[in-house]
Structure formats: C-alpha cells, structure tokens
C-alpha cells in the first residue's frame, strides 16, 4: 500500500468518511457534528450548548458545562441522486468529435445516450468526539473531532455525462482544540484552532481519439493502440484520476450572552481554510503514442473552504425550550476548480462561480420526563450552486429539513441521544455546454458534451450519540 492510499484508509477508518452523495448542509459541508443536535434540525446550535459538541458550533458553551464531558456521536447518511435526460442530447456527440476534413474521425459514439448514471447516492457515516474539561470556575479547554467538509457522487461509468464527473469524492478531518472563559454570570468567550486534512478524488472520461486528432495523429488510433474500448478507432476512451491532499490551518471564536436564567444568545464564526493540495493525476487505456502529449504526473490545486457566522437563540419555558438560528456562509472563495500540474501548465479547470449561501432553522425541546426529552425541528438551507455552473460533481440545490429526535438520560452521568432528518431536495436543472466559455486561457477545453436535463435528490440522516460526565 502507497502512503497516499495509507492515508485514505487511516482517514475514513478514524472519521468514518465513507460518504456519499448531498451532503446535510448546502454545498460539501457538512453539519452533521453531532446526534443531539440532528433532532432540532440543528437550530439554535450555537446557544444551546447542552454537551461538550458544542466546542465545534460555539466554543464558548463550554461554560455551561460543570466537570469533565465526552461526546461520541455516529450519523448514518442515506443520500439518493439522479439525473433526467433532458432536451436534445447529443448522442452521436458531435459536439465532442467536431473535426471534419482529411484524417478526422467518425462521431464518437456514447455507448447509449439512455445512460442517465444511475443513483449516485450510498451509505456514509461521518463520525465525531469532543472532550471538555473544567479547569475553574472561569476556564474550559477541549478538543473537538469532526469532518467539517466531505461529498461523494459516483455516476456509472458509461453514462451521457462521464466526460464532465464520474466520481468526485471529499474527506476531511478536523482537530479542533479549543478554551472558552466565563467571563461573569451574563458573558462568555471561547476560541479555538483548526488543523484540517483534506484530501479529494476526482475522475472523468477522456476522449482520446479528439486528443489524437488534435495532435495530428488520428490515424493513429486503432483496436491495437487503444484496447478495452467500443468497436471503431473513434471510441478510444480512458478514465483521468486525479488525487490530491493537504493540511490546512484556521480558527473559530464564539461568544455566548445570558439575557436571564431562561433565555441566552449564541454567535459563532469559523474562518476559511485554505488547502494548497498537491498530489497526481493518471490516465487509464491511453494509447502509448499519447503518453508524451497526455503524462501522468504531478499536480497541485488551491481550494479557501468558506468561512461561516452563525447567530441563535435558546429560550425556556417551564419544560419547553424553544430555538432559532441564521447561518450564513461565504462560498464565494470557491470560483472555479483549477487544477495544474507540477509544470505550472494548465490541467483542468471547471467554472463553479459559487455564491454566499444562508440557513434558518427553529426547534423545539420537550422535557417529557426527568428522563426523556423529545425534540423537534425545520430548517431551510440555501444552495451556493448557480444553475447556470451547476455541475454533475455537485448538483446541488436547497433543501429543506424536517426532523425529529429524543434524550434518554440514563443517569447523571450517562445520556444517549437519538435523532432522525428527512431533506426535501428541490430538483435541480442541468444546462452545461459542451465547451465552457469561461475557461482561463492557458487551460485545455475540450468538447465534454451538453449535459441537458434535471437532478433529483433527497437524503435521510440517522444520528446516535453518547454523553458521559465523570
């Protein structure tokens, strides 16, 4: 085993980041930091405060916590996406084989335009831990463990959109140390540092029979050079991967207001990370004639993973408590995913054009015994995917949760949570041309085919968490 493929596996057997397909929250990012929280649809995350999870959504509730806490929470994600075949598509991708003229190819055929690519959706289980520690009456330390980021979507191979995404694949890890102070009765303050590993796979067809036509080499192309594809020199495909990985550094500050007894308030904000990834790109059944014009090699990409604020409110009545938040989150440090290679040259690079993206949730507690609490939420999360850039390696759109969960407190000093989240995905149209205008100069566009029709997802979350005091 390689040190790259080494890691991948310590990281999804340490987070559990076996995930795949529309993340919980918009985007790749996922809130999904705890069970306890699942059941409320996260709303009011960052003034509830309830157990030591807090650390990743406001570290400064730590002061709410008496003692010594650790949290271990597992989520189970069931993410289900497909694409509709829509409008006119290419099927004898002419767009992609647009050469005419002496030595030019016949169309290059799509093995089916039927192949709408599946469900791109599977079980993930994104895990997390937190450990808070009172010091004084005024200092908390603790450390968080979480996956603040991660995506997979993974269409069939063959399917009409290949030449754009086949798989695309995120994990990260966070480590998380934080220190909250309680500054008097009605005001706290906590902080915290980020240490991220982020690590991405990328694949998509190739067209080599355009490559070799654009090289002047197309009739160099035959069932020898190119073996493993369909029948005719002009289906000379192969698969590009590309993987990459980094360690990224930020911060997070919170800050937590105690109006009275009953009610408080919570504002929150983690910075950007910015990842410097490097790692290789390989190309699969290229022709040996093309290995000079199309290396393996090395690569590097630069990704700023947005930065957030959140401000939420906690209000209890009797045995009622009730919660709201605004989430607001700057997804416009992502504009395009340009990747290069060790040279300097131009790779790839793919529009996004994100927009900032906001959520709103309210929630509800109900204190239903000493032992068992019941929890209910809604919330609404906002897409930064345009529709006009939308992409198969993200098909986003906003979404709705709609949530239930219960506590059962065992003693004082064990609880176990459980919670469930069904998100109603809006469908999302597709409009990708075959060739991007917006590509830089200096990168390889190459016809990928019109991507016509619309996405259609939804995803059910399960969530269980233990809460111990010692």
């Not at 997979?152 to 063959?158: A, F, H, I, P």
């Not at 029979?209 to 080499?217: E, M, Y």
């Not at 949730?361 to 209910?376: D, F």
Request: proline share 6%; glycine share 12%; charged share 10%.
């Amino acid at each position: 085993m390689n040190h790259r493929a080494f890691k991948r596996t310590l990281l999804a057997t340490v987070v559990g980041l076996a995930f795949a397909g529309e993340a919980g929250a918009a985007g790749f990012a996922l809130i999904e930091q705890n069970a306890s929280g699942l059941g409320n649809a996260y709303s009011g995350a960052a003034a509830v405060a309830e157990d030591a999870s807090t650390i990743f959504f406001n570290p400064a509730g730590m002061t709410r916590l008496p003692g010594r806490q650790a949290v271990g929470a597992l989520t189970a994600v069931k993410p289900s996406a497909e694409f509709s075949i829509g409008g006119n598509q290419p099927c004898t991708q002419a767009a992609v084989q647009p050469f005419t003229g002496p030595g030019a190819l016949p169309p290059l055929q799509t093995n089916g335009c039927t192949n709408n690519g599946g469900q791109a959706g599977d079980w993930g289980f994104p895990i997390s831990g937190y450990l808070s520690w009172q010091l004084s009456p005024q200092l908390w330390v603790g450390v968080g463990l979480g996956a603040p980021f991660g995506l997979k979507t993974e269409w069939d191979s063959g399917w009409v959109g290949r030449f754009h995404a086949i798989k695309s694949e995120v994990m990260s890890v966070n480590i998380n140390p934080s220190v909250a102070w309680k500054v008097n009765e009605m005001f706290s303050v906590g902080a915290g540092v980020s240490a991220m590993y982020f690590d991405a796979e990328l694949t998509s067809s190739v067209n080599y029979s355009l490559a070799a036509v654009g090289a002047g080499a197309g009739g160099a192309i035959n069932a020898a050079s190119c073996p493993g594809s369909g029948p005719g020199p002009a289906n000379c495909q192969g698969v590009a991967t590309i993987k990459g990985d980094d360690w990224g550094w930020g911060w997070n500050l919170g800050a937590m207001i105690n109006f009275s007894p009953d009610t408080r308030l919570g504002l929150a904000y983690r910075s950007q990370v910015k990842q410097n990834l490097s790692g290789d790109v390989s190309f699969s059944n290229r022709p040996a004639f093309l290995n000079n014009a199309i290396p393996d090699g090395g690569i590097n990409a630069e990704v700023k993973l947005p930065d957030s604020f959140s401000a939420a409110l906690a209000h209890s009545m009797g045995r009622w408590q009730f919660l709201a938040d605004y989430t607001w989150t700057g997804w416009d440090s992502i504009q395009a995913l340009s990747i290069y290679r060790s040279s300097g040259a131009g790779l790839q690079s793919v529009p996004l054009n994100f927009k900032n993206s906001w959520r709103a949730g309210v929630g509800v507690n109900y204190q239903l015994t000493p032992e068992w609490k019941l929890r209910g939420g809604v919330a609404y999360d906002t897409t930064p995917v345009q529709d006009a850039y939308r992409t198969p390696r993200l098909p986003d759109q906003d979404r709705t949760w709609l949530s239930i969960g219960a506590q059962w407190t065992v003693s004082k000093q064990l609880a176990i949570d459980f919670g469930y989240a069904y998100l109603f995905v809006k469908d999302a149209s597709s409009n990708l041309p075959s060739v991007e205008s917006s590509v830089p100069t200096g990168f390889p566009n190459a016809p990928k085919g019109n991507l016509i029709g619309n996405y259609s997802a939804n995803v059910n979350i399960l969530g269980i968490q233990g809460r111990l005091n010692f």
